[in-house]
């Protein structure tokens, strides 16, 4: 990420969920490169180098709490980013995917971007502005038959930032969406585990070999994400240059969905 530090933001609140990590941490940082004031929500804030709550994404109490503690330290809050969230179990087929790890996806994804908005929305209607960014993925674009339950949640994400896009567009609020490719964080190595542990193909590579066979496989461009380039997208969404973009998708995947 280039260190020269940037305009775009300033004089901007942006809360990042997620962000002590990966991507959540990428955006955390270039959103703070361009100007904002950055709000680090995560279920793990040790050793967070900005404003840091801790949060869980799957209890709605813990949004209120979140913004509340935000308004009073910023008087404002002028970006969110829902990015927490986890990979789930393989699937394929799709009846092997545990009970439990069905709900798991639909909290940590769906239920807490319905609890971010309900608990965003009357700091936004008041300011009559605001951005809210919610990360998907590029599983939901393909239907991923791989992990289905985690596919199924992002999709799910899609459908309501479109909701959202249009109730909050009332009050001039935006809703976007932005759809990772294929970015190697902790995450994606214990898939990558997952996925040697079941082809017996892949036994003798290490996860980030899996990975980066997967990039050759899949992405025209060839190329793996970081979380700065995700970030980058975010901070152009959350930006005024995107003032009349809402109800997007963005997907970041090197041309992996553009068939």
């Not at 950055?38 to 840091?52: Q, R």
């Not at 179990?89 to 069905?102: A, H, I, K, Q, R």
């Not at 908005?117 to 008041?126: N, R, V, W």
């Not at 609020?173 to 759809?179: D, E, G, L, P």
Request: charge should be positive; glycine fraction near 8%.
């Amino acid at each position: 990420m280039s260190k020269k530090v940037g305009h775009r933001l300033k004089g901007k609140v942006a809360i990042i969920t997620g962000g002590a990590s990966g991507i959540g941490k990428g955006i955390a940082d270039c959103m703070a490169n361009e100007g904002a004031e950055i709000v680090v929500a995560d279920i793990n804030v040790k050793g967070a180098k900005y404003f840091a709550r801790r949060a869980d994404v799957r209890v709605a109490g813990d949004f209120k709490k979140l913004f509340e503690a935000v308004q009073d330290k910023y008087g404002k809050i002028d970006v969110l980013v829902n990015n927490a969230g986890t990979f789930s179990s393989l699937g394929m087929p799709f009846t092997d995917v545990l009970e439990g790890d069905w709900q798991k996806m639909w909290d940590m994804h769906v239920n807490s971007v319905r609890y971010s908005a309900a608990a965003i929305k009357p700091y936004f209607e008041k300011q009559r502005s605001g951005s809210m960014i919610n990360v998907s993925s590029i599983a939901a674009l393909l239907s991923s038959p791989i992990q289905p339950a985690y596919a199924i949640a992002k999709s799910a994400v899609i459908a309501l930032s479109r909701i959202l896009a249009k109730e909050f567009a009332m009050f001039g609020a935006r809703v976007n969406v932005i759809a990772p490719g294929l970015v190697y964080t902790p995450a994606w190595e214990s898939l990558a585990l997952k996925l040697k542990a079941k082809n017996p193909a892949l036994a003798a590579l290490t996860p980030k070999e899996v990975f980066d066979a997967k990039v050759k496989e899949i992405a025209p461009l060839k190329t793996e994400q970081t979380p700065e380039d995700i970030a980058m997208a975010a901070v152009f969404l959350a930006s005024d240059e995107a003032r009349c973009i809402t109800g997007h998708i963005l997907p970041v995947d090197s041309g992996v969905t553009m068939y």
